[in-house]
């Protein structure tokens, strides 16, 4: 069961998180510590902008490492499951209050797939489709208005 505090990640994503992390503990810090040995070795550092930037981008390399550490210690990784009812990692088709149609893919912002409209479950329109099931109406309040939406389809993501 995914709660607020576990991820649930399909397992392609994990594996791209995977290997961000595996490119960042590695290479990543490898260039960035070259970075900062070159920076260093233009003398002054109180006054060196190049270090100051090396040293910045470091901190923010070594904070996406805690964030991925923090994913991937806490996600749930699965493929989901086959269901009329939209849960996470469904791709539901939907019909807009305008008539068009849509595919979105409800899951966590770290599942993001080219192609798809994504909806996180915190979001307005995830948080109004989840549970939903076809040939449900289902509306949601966001910065644009008050949107309406039918499902046509669920089905499982797979990846």
Do not use: C
Request: hydrophobic share 40%; charged share 25%; proline share 4%.
């Amino acid at each position: 069961m995914v709660d607020d505090q576990t991820v649930w990640l399909t397992p392609a994503a994990h594996r791209k998180l995977l290997e961000e992390l595996e490119e960042l503990s590695t290479n990543g810090r490898l260039q960035i510590s070259e970075r900062i040995a070159e920076a260093r070795s233009h003398g002054d550092i109180s006054e060196n902008g190049d270090y100051d930037a090396a040293k910045n981008e470091q901190g923010l390399m070594e904070a996406r490492i805690r964030k991925l550490r923090h994913i991937l210690d806490t996600a749930e990784v699965r493929d989901a499951e086959v269901s009329d009812e939209i849960t996470v990692g469904t791709l539901v088709r939907v019909r807009r209050g305008d008539g068009g149609e849509m595919e979105v893919f409800v899951a966590t912002q770290e599942n993001k797939m080219p192609g798809f409209v994504l909806a996180s479950p915190s979001s307005p329109m995830g948080a109004a489709l989840l549970g939903a099931k076809v040939g449900a109406t289902v509306s949601y309040a966001a910065p644009g208005g008050t949107f309406e939406l039918t499902v046509l389809s669920v089905r499982p993501f797979e990846s």
